[in-house]
Nanobody, 117 residues
């Protein structure tokens, strides 16, 4: 059974940091590109960061560049999103997405991040 499980969300003050994690099971994690998306209330889901299967390439949305860092540990079937210098605009539900080719696409249930004083 395929599972994608996020963890690490919570309430943080502006300027603070959080590290999200996402663990996959039931599929060959190391073959999958991994992505973090987020969806704020009333807004469309947006791609925040992605990392290729071997971890050799990463991409970030402009608003995350210089503040967020995506990484993965294929031995632990886990991808991370380190988020620094958080602002209220980063408040959203963060989703982990595993992608392999055109036919394999798995989503987690999401983890809530709230940035507020």
């Amino acid at each position: 059974q395929v599972q994608v499980v996020e963890a690490g969300g919570g309430l943080v003050q502006p300027g603070g940091s959080l590290r999200l994690s996402c663990t996959g099971s039931g599929f060959t994690f190391s073959n999958y590109d991994m992505r973090w998306y987020r969806q704020a209330p009333g807004k469309a889901r947006e791609l925040v960061a992605l990392i290729t299967s071997a971890g050799g390439s990463t991409t970030y949305v402009d608003s995350a560049k210089g503040r967020f860092s995506i990484s993965r540990d294929n031995a632990k079937n886990t991808v991370y999103l380190q988020m620094n210098s958080l602002t209220p605009e980063d408040t959203a539900v963060y989703y982990c997405n595993a992608v392999f080719g055109w036919n394999y696409n798995y989503w987690g249930q999401g983890t809530q991040v709230i940035v507020s004083s």
